[in-house]
């Protein structure tokens, strides 16, 4: 029976060391209440850190037991491995770079080492547990190499990944060292979940230029897999805090704050000490809306929780000074003998009495500077029954992408954020229910559990699609049995494509010629009388009869244009003009000149563009602009546009590579046939075989009508030498 395990950081359990003992005590997160009904079904697992160091072999074993009954696996970090990887790489690095605040990231190669040490005893940790047919969840930034280590062990498991904080932009992916080996981690996944399109966007941009691996509609073909990304915005147990709101413990509360407070209004802010959170920037605006605003002195109180986080780190020791000398500056300045205008506390509270500060606030203030998602704003939400209040949120934090009926605000324009709370104040209460009903509509659909749902219904998906519309990895079984068929044939057809498939693509096309190799491995293959070696490509026959020609080799070039059998003349498929050219090589031409590095490839009978040496991410937004472009030009005429590696060609509808390879087929008939090919214009090849023909894609296993794929050129060059 297959199960599922979920992989993070911590477990959803804190684990605290008294004088004589350990207590075990569940976690309120978010992520730990949704998850909870797939890792404690039957079977299921949850691996993760228990939070604090263990000391010696018996306590592991007590708290391995004490974990086992709630369905959790502890993996014990060492107090040098808390310190490098949990408190050096991923906070000091990762989480600053992630958070836009690049000038407090280090770059110790320590760090990383012990990072990519501690995502390895991870890996072994769930490895042990990991059967062929699991389903495997991976969550946030501490593990992005897991991903990538857990398929190469298990190359068929089903490994989702969701990142839980922002994803940057290209512009700071690129500024860390280990940039590349992140990336591909996170590409060991079959589905990768971020909280908005935003996010998503960003990552496959950074994937673009990196690695060079494009994406279509989310889909990231790497060579061996189509990887699926996709946005899941993270929700919030409704009910949850709907019933701690409504609670008896909640309104005992908020009448005891109520009372304390008499009239005065509430504004409230709630977060965990990081510099990420805009915190100082929401106290100078406050103290602008009391500047601003005298009216208000007196009448309303800001209510700030900061729960304490990483205050031992120099950076949040500081915010911590600022906020404090902040604070007090504040209310020194404005405090009378009956009103205060901030209410600062330094600690965590029950959820019940967190539930009592949503109920008091008229007005909630969720103004990070980067947020990934932001659960505080829905929480808000949720937690107001009568629908009165006002949530004014930080366009960059998650939750902004769908809580659009909250007052939206730049949080570094502190005048815009001061605008804002005297806005939220004087709002009429009608207005306030309408939209605060509108964002209890959308937390309540979007909760946490249907989050859950989501993503596992679309990994099962991805994994899914991979297997009815991916080729057969070509196992060394199979090649056995295509060099016993091989060698048993009277007569051979090889029908190999140029580019990508014998040789590696290169940046200037006219750079790719043939190695010493692949010239002494074609003739090795022609000198046997029952092979019929056929190269079949997109190049131009003069380029094709330069580096090819004096072996002896049949070529179809310019994707059937032009044929040639060996050591005969060459012919035209059909008769064919080319009056067209005139008028399509300015539009060409345009595209070359509004996208640097690109450049037409003249041929007889066709156009092509070339956008291999483009920025990667421009190239592909010219490359659809100018497929359009073309499409549009060219419908109702005799002229297909074609999009191959890189390459856009325009040439007459009806002769293509498989039309060509037919032709070869009908004339030789051979008893084995094997046909080679990376791109798009190869499919017509595999379209056109007999289904006995050996059909082979290069590169990727995604989306071919090859019956097979190898991953490289190497690959089929190996192929090609087991059939001298």
């Keep these: 029976m297959s199960r599922t395990i979920i992989v993070s950081n911590r477990l959803p359990t804190k684990i605290l060391r008294t004088d004589d003992s350990l207590t075990f005590q569940p976690s309120e997160g978010g992520l730990a209440t949704g998850l909870g009904s797939i890792y404690r079904q039957e079977g299921n697992v949850?691996?993760?850190?228990?939070?604090l160091f263990v000391e010696d072999a018996s306590e592991e074993e007590y708290v391995c037991e004490q974990l086992r009954q709630d369905s959790m696996v502890p993996v014990f970090l060492t107090e040098a491995e808390i310190r490098d990887f949990y408190e050096g790489f991923s906070n000091s690095t990762l989480w600053p770079t992630f958070h836009y605040f690049t000038q407090y990231a280090t770059y110790e190669q320590a760090h990383w080492d012990a990072y990519v040490a501690v995502n390895e005893k991870f890996c072994r940790a769930v490895l042990e547990l990991a059967g062929p047919e699991d389903t495997i969840w991976v969550h946030d930034y501490q593990l992005l190499l897991l991903p990538a280590m857990l398929r190469r062990e298990r190359p068929e498991a089903t490994i989702g990944f969701f990142l839980h904080i922002p994803f940057p932009s290209y512009e700071l992916i690129r500024v860390l060292p280990w940039r590349t080996e992140l990336l591909e981690g996170m590409l060991g996944a079959d589905l990768l979940g971020f909280h908005t399109f935003g996010y998503m966007r960003h990552?496959?941009?950074?994937?673009?230029?990196?690695?060079?691996?494009?994406a279509q509609n989310g889909q990231i073909e790497t060579g061996s897999r189509t990887v699926l990304v996709d946005a899941f915005p993270m929700g919030i147990d409704y009910d949850r805090y709907v019933q701690a709101a409504a609670s008896d413990t909640a309104m005992q509360h908020e009448a005891t704050y109520r009372e304390a407070l008499r009239d005065v209004r509430?504004?409230?802010?709630?977060?965990?000490?990081?510099?990420?959170?805009?915190?100082?920037?929401?106290?100078?605006?406050?103290?602008?809306?009391?500047?601003?605003y005298p009216e208000w002195r007196e009448q309303v109180s800001l209510i700030m929780v900061v729960v304490p986080?990483?205050?031992?780190?120099?950076?949040?020791?500081?915010?911590?000074e600022e906020i404090d000398e902040l604070v007090g500056r504040i209310n020194s300045q404005y405090r009378t003998i009956s009103w205060t205008p901030i209410h600062y506390f330094y600690r965590s509270f029950p959820l019940e009495e967190l539930a009592s500060l949503y109920r008091l606030a008229e007005v909630a203030l969720v103004t990070p500077m980067r947020d990934g998602m932001n659960l505080v704003a829905k929480e808000f939400v949720a937690s107001k029954a009568d629908q009165k209040g006002v949530l004014i949120l930080s366009e960059r934090a998650g939750a902004a992408r769908e809580l659009s009926d909250a007052l939206i605000i730049n949080p570094t324009d502190t005048g815009e954020l001061a605008e804002a709370m005297h806005d939220a104040l004087v709002m009429p209460e009608d207005e306030q229910q309408l939209r605060m009903g509108a964002m209890q509509a959308l937390v309540r659909q979007y909760n946490v559990f249907a989050w859950t749902k989501l993503f596992m219904g679309r990994l099962a998906y991805s994994k899914m699609k991979q297997h009815t519309l991916d080729t057969e990895t070509l196992k060394p079984v199979v090649v056995e049995q295509l060099l016993t068929e091989f060698h048993a044939a009277p007569s051979r057809l090889l029908l190999l494509d140029y580019d990508g498939t014998l040789a590696p693509f290169h940046p200037n096309p006219q750079r790719a010629q043939p190695d010493q190799e692949l010239l002494l491995l074609l003739r090795a293959l022609t000198d046997n009388p029952q092979n019929r070696v056929v190269i079949i490509s997109g190049r131009d026959r003069t380029t094709l009869q330069a580096w090819l020609g004096h072996l002896p080799v049949d070529f179809i070039a310019e994707h059937g244009v032009w044929l040639r059998a060996a050591g005969e003349e060459w012919q035209l498929f059909q008769t064919l003009n080319n009056d067209w050219q005139r008028e399509l090589r300015p539009i060409l031409e345009l595209y070359v000149a509004r996208t640097a590095g690109s450049f037409i490839e003249d041929k007889e009978y066709s156009l092509v563009w070339h956008y291999r040496r483009a920025d990667a991410e421009l190239g592909a937004v010219r490359a659809r602009d100018l497929l359009n472009h073309l499409t549009f030009m060219t419908a109702n005429t005799e002229l297909q546009v074609m999009e191959g590696n890189k390459v856009i060609e325009i040439k007459t509808a009806g002769i293509h590579k498989g039309t060509a390879a037919a032709r070869w087929l009908a004339t030789y008939q051979p008893a084995f046939t094997l046909a080679l090919g990376d791109d798009r214009t190869d499919e017509d090849t595999f379209r056109a075989m007999p289904p006995e023909a050996y059909t082979i894609k290069v590169g990727t296993a995604a989306r071919s009508l090859a019956r097979y794929h190898v991953a490289s050129t190497t690959d089929v060059r190996k192929l090609l030498r087991g059939l001298l």
């Design 266 to 292: 509430v504004i409230l802010s709630i977060d965990r000490l990081d510099y990420s959170k805009g915190i100082a920037q929401r106290l100078r605006a406050f103290e602008l809306l009391l500047q601003r």
């Design 46 to 51: 949850w691996v993760g850190w228990p939070g």
């Design 309 to 320: 986080s990483r205050d031992q780190v120099a950076q949040y020791a500081s915010l911590k």
């Design 203 to 214: 990552f496959l941009s950074a994937v673009a230029q990196l690695l060079g691996l494009s």
